[in-house]
């Protein structure tokens, strides 16, 4: 059997630090964790009672990349195969947080 890695998101990101990984980069990987440990140990978490920790991620995140209000995502809608394209700016909360995490991405 595989061993799980058992190292926790923090302990990461302070590896990250120590590393010498832009600040900018920890901070948000600091406020994705802070959005994930809310919707992961409180079961009525949603995006709407959760949007400080949201808003710290999206502005932790347009600190790294400033262009992210400009950002356009394409989304495909599986059963009819139809493509949309989404303007950061006209999205949704939850889909901006999206977004954002899509931009952090390896």
């Known amino acids: 059997t595989a061993k799980v890695d058992r190292t ?3 302990s990461k990101v302070n590896l990250l ?3 010498g990984v832009s600040e900018k980069v920890c901070v948000a990987a600091d406020a994705l ?4 440990n809310q919707f992961a140990h409180n079961s009525k978490a949603t995006i709407g009672n959760t949007k400080n920790k949201s808003n710290s ?3 932790a ?4 990349w400033p262009r992210l209000p400009e950002t356009k995502g394409k989304i495909v809608q599986r059963s009819t ?3 949309h394209v989404l303007k950061y700016s006209e999205a949704s909360q939850a889909q901006r947080v999206v ?5 952090l991405r390896p």
Not at 33 to 36: A, E, P, Q
């Open 33 to 36: 964790n802070d959005l994930r």
């Open 8 to 10: 926790t998101f923090w």
């Open 81 to 83: 195969d139809t493509e």
């Open 57 to 59: 991620f999206l502005e």
């Open 99 to 103: 977004m954002a995490g899509f931009i």
């Open 61 to 64: 995140v347009a600190a790294i």
């Open 17 to 19: 630090r120590a590393m």
